[in-house]
C-alpha cells in the first residue's frame, strides 16, 4: 500500500498559510477545520515549514498569549520530512515513529501533493490487515 492510496481516498486538499501569518491565525484555522498541523508555503508554493498544534502549545507556554501576534514563520518548523506519492504507508509510519511527529506533506515533482498524518496511516493499515485476515479465513473456510 502506498501513500498515493490513501490520498485517492482522503482527497488532496491541504490547508496552507504563509509565514507572515499569525500564531493567532493559524491557531483559528486549526480549530475551524478540525486539524492538527498546517503546511506553511512561499508565494510559488514551496514548502517553508510547517506548524503543529504542539509547536503552538510550545510557544504559548514559554512566551504567554503575546505568542498569539507572533508570525508563524518564527515559530513553525523548517526541517520538513516529506514524502513521495509511491512510499510505502510502512516507510512512511516508520519515518514518523522514528522522528516524533504526526504529519508529513507529500511531494510530487516538487509541489505539495497532500498531507498525510499518522491517523490516516493507522487507519489504512489496520484495513489492510483485516483485509488480510478476511482473505486467510476465507483461504480456510475453503480447505
Known amino acids: 500500500m502506498t501513500v498515493a492510496m490513501i490520498l485517492n481516498e482522503k482527497g488532496r486538499d491541504v490547508v496552507t498559510a504563509r509565514a507572515s501569518d499569525t500564531v493567532g491565525d493559524v491557531c483559528r484555522t486549526l480549530s475551524e477545520k478540525r486539524i492538527g498541523a498546517i503546511v506553511v508555503t512561499g508565494a510559488a508554493g514551496q514548502i517553508e515549514g510547517i506548524v503543529s498544534e504542539r509547536d503552538v502549545v510550545r510557544v504559548i507556554g514559554k512566551e504567554g498569549p503575546a505568542a498569539l501576534e507572533q508570525p508563524v514563520g518564527d515559530v513553525m518548523t523548517r526541517s520538513v520530512v516529506t514524502c513521495a506519492d509511491g512510499d510505502t504507508v510502512n516507510s ?29 496511516i493507522v ?21
Do not use: C
Not at 504529519?103 to 498524518?117: D, E, Q, R, W, Y
Not at 489496520?126 to 475453503?142: G, L, P, T, V
Open 123 to 143: 487507519k489504512h493499515r489496520i484495513a489492510q490487515i483485516e483485509r488480510e485476515a478476511d482473505q486467510m479465513r476465507d483461504y480456510i473456510a475453503m480447505a
Open 92 to 120: 512512511v509510519m516508520a519515518r514518523m515513529s522514528a522522528g516524533r511527529f504526526r504529519h508529513m506533506p507529500v511531494v510530487t515533482s516538487g509541489k505539495l501533493a497532500g498531507l498525510v498524518s499518522i491517523g490516516d
